[in-house]
């Protein structure tokens, strides 16, 4: 069920006011007290937008869900499907025929945001992305997502101009269903690289506040970034200091730093930190 969440008791206009710096190349930006329940920034956040792979999120909780009910493993082995192989955008080394286990595609989800990997796994749960999508749906319709449509397990664009949408409330409410629900996820969302058991290949994550050492935040330990031309840059970020845990909202920046600048704003607020600008960073997509 959708929780319902009230503003901090601060006037709203004294804070933007005070921070609208903080947001102007963002398009949708929130920060969620975890720990209260309670929204205590919040810019456009009931639209509907696409949001590119922030949606693998919900691809991430049904695998999850399923490790949980014993109905697929972290060991079994996966036949990589020329329809996933052949998926475009961010991927890892996978050719048709290969047989990778489900925790090797699972990390390239989580770290380099692999489409072929997503949509192997998809497969795997379902027998088809098409049927996962359908799980995808009825999974936001119980948790009481109204304004979440998905079209693919990736975000992808279809050829037809759909995609993944999602409003930035819609984000939160599935973060903070997964971070409750499978806390061990940040164990691996924390990790910077892992390397692949199948290829021995090494990944890295797209989540530069953990690579990059003038965007990084103290207690930052997630989530999930995405890129398409339709979404812009975005990021889910999640950061916890003395059992005090955040999630922000960052949608539709025009740059790969901007979106981790802008995330670093919002925890900074937070955890009444002083804000330290980022040195310039090399543009990254996914």
Known sequence: MRK????????????????????????????????????VIDSGIDEAVPVASISKMMTEYLILEAIEQGIIDWSDPVQISGEAASKEGANISLSEGDVVPVHDLYMA?????????????????????????????????????????????????????????????DIAVLAQLIITRFPEILQDTAKSSHTLLFSGEQIHTTNHMLTKSDLAFDGLDGFKTGYTNEAGYCFVGTASRNGQRFITVVLGTENDQARFVETKKLLSFAFDEPYRPPLEASLDRE
């Open 4 to 39: 319902k969440w009230l503003a901090v008791g601060i006037p709203i206009s004294l804070v933007l006011l005070t921070y609208s710096f903080f947001f102007s190349t963002a398009e949708k930006t929130l920060l969620l007290d975890v720990n209260e329940d309670k929204l």
């Open 109 to 169: 989800m989580l770290l380099p945001s692999a489409n072929n990997a997503t949509v192997a796994l998809a497969e795997h749960l379902a027998d088809s992305e098409k049927e996962f999508v359908k799980k995808m749906n009825e999974k936001a319709e119980e948790m009481g997502l109204t304004k979440s449509t998905f079209v693919n397990a990736t975000g992808l664009t279809e050829s037809n101009s759909q995609s993944n949408q999602m409003s930035a409330r």
